[in-house]
């Protein structure tokens, strides 16, 4: 289900999931503040479509920050799902999310965090529940034998249109709550193709941030079964590996021959104690640089 939110600016993040023999690899870019995009590449097992076993199609999203989320006003935003690949997935929305300081679980700890979503759909995203056509206009038929490849700005935003909407749960910065009531009604994978049995809209999960790059869930998936997925994240602001190393100490001028002339002797090296404390001195100075 989208969101109102963005992902931090900058950040990438590359996810994978996998759900009645559907596997989905989406990596997302937050180019600009108000602007992500996303591609995906699924595969739809026992649709045999062209004769192939599994079906594999690519996708391109964007999404656009609205409204930034205020005291008073939501996050809002509009995004486009699939509009330059093969329409399978392909979705408009307009979406809003709010979030909200809950009670901390015991004393000490920070408190938790529950952020409701509600929108509004088009094309996939309003097959289910549908209430008509907002502006009127009938939304062109998906094409089963499409290759995509061209933007389909005609069929933005039009045909009928359905809500949906969520909540999300953070007791801590660990673990998350998820319940989602959806509106798409996978008309491809349940009537054409028949991957699998949508039984209800209702979708509930649980998410775990295992590192501050790495997060996991299981989800209980449209009263059919189970769905797991992985995301691992990365930012230019909080790279994994330092990006640059601190500067070498600068070299120190060494005193004019003609005021201290002892100072450029080097009868110091023959010295059988020069070269140990030399070394321990260096062992030190560069101890300090790491």
Known sequence: MPTGEMLPDGQ???????????SRLTATFQALPWLS????????????????????????????????????WPALAVGFQDF?????????????TKSFDTPALSPGRLPGRLKLTAGMGWGRL??????GAPFGIERPAFVPNSTGGQIEAGQWFRGPAALFGGLEWRPDDRWGLKLEYSSDAYPTETGLTNVFERRSSLNFGVEYQVSERTRLGA?????????????FQLSPYHPAMPLAAPAPLPVELRIPRVENPLAWSEAWAAHPDSAPNLRDALEGELGKQG
């Open 84 to 96: 330059v690949g093969t329409g399978i997935y392909g979705a408009e929305y307009i979406v809003a």
């Open 12 to 22: 990438f993040t590359v996810g994978l999931s996998n759900f009645a023999g559907q």
């Open 219 to 231: 989800y209980s998936l449209y009263g059919t079964g189970l769905g797991v997925s992985a995301q």
């Open 126 to 131: 309003g097959s289910h529940n549908s209430f």
């Open 37 to 72: 995009a996303s591609f995906r590449y699924n595969g739809i097992r026992d649709w045999n479509f062209g004769g192939f076993e599994a079906y594999y199609d690519r996708g391109f999203d964007m999404r656009f920050r609205l409204l930034q989320e205020s005291r008073r």
